[in-house]
């Protein structure tokens, strides 16, 4: 099993509607959860940043973790064609190494349809 | 800014080329990482410098061969590579320590002949 599972879609979604996604994870040591959109052939750009459980907005985008599930979830409202794109959530924890290791998960295509 | 540049953006190499790769950040950022990515899949950690030291390597093989010159240069070496080493060559950076956001450059796409 993996420590980060994520659905690897594509999912399909018309213009205009709100875009769900999410990861579950197996390690309870994971503190700090990130999402990142990655373009094809592109690197991969940080879009959200939370720590622990809780919400956290921006924009249009909702970031939502839930320690106790080991889920994490992100929203996308309003969602344009322009946000069509591969999805990966990442997420690391209380290590001692030097440096920051993050585990991803498969990333989720979507694509949102004009 | 969030800026990480990589150069150059594709590579294609012989496998008995020798050829670098480079990373450049001025976020001042004290810690960076290669990452290797294949199509369709996530990124795979290869390599963390911290504070400039080597810190962590995934056991990649040696004909990857990192460098950190300074606090804002990072290169990857590399030398008779396999054709199964085509890839995306991602470099990143973050502050270091524990729950850092990583800001990932656009990649360097390498072709193996």
């Known amino acids: 099993q993996k420590e980060v599972e994520q659905d690897p879609g594509p999912l399909s979604v018309p213009e205009g509607a709100i875009v769900s996604l999410n990861c579950t994870y197996s390690n309870s040591a994971f503190q700090y959860f990130m999402w990142y959109r990655q373009y094809s052939r592109k690197g991969p750009e940080l879009l959200m940043y939370?720590?622990?459980?809780g919400n956290k907005e921006d924009g249009r985008f909702t970031a939502q973790v839930d320690k106790s599930s080991k889920y994490i979830s992100l929203f996308i409202r309003d969602s344009q064609p322009s946000d069509s794109a591969t999805y990966l959530c990442?997420?690391?924890?209380?290590?001692?190494?030097?440096?920051?290791?993050?585990?991803f998960g498969g990333g989720t295509r979507v694509l949102v349809k004009p | 800014d969030t800026e990480v540049t990589q150069t150059p953006k594709h590579l294609v190499m012989g496998m008995t080329n020798k050829k670098s790769l480079k990373c450049e950040q001025h976020?001042?950022?004290?810690?960076m990482y290669w990452y290797k990515q294949k199509a369709k899949k996530p990124p795979e950690l290869m390599f963390v410098?911290?504070?400039?030291?080597?810190?962590i390597n995934e056991s990649v093989p040696s004909r990857f061969s990192p460098e950190c010159p300074n606090s804002s240069l990072l290169n990857l070496h590399l030398h008779a590579l396999q054709p199964e080493d085509s890839a995306l060559y991602l470099c990143?950076?973050?502050?270091?320590?524990?729950?850092?956001?990583?800001?990932f450059g656009p990649g360097t796409r390498l072709t193996v002949t």
């Open positions: 410098y911290s504070y400039e030291k080597l810190s």
């Open positions: 976020m001042g950022h004290r810690a």
């Open positions: 990442a997420m690391s924890g209380l290590i001692k190494a030097a440096g920051n290791k993050l585990t």
């Open positions: 990143a950076s973050s502050h270091p320590g524990q729950g850092t956001e990583q800001y």
């Open positions: 939370t720590y622990s459980s």
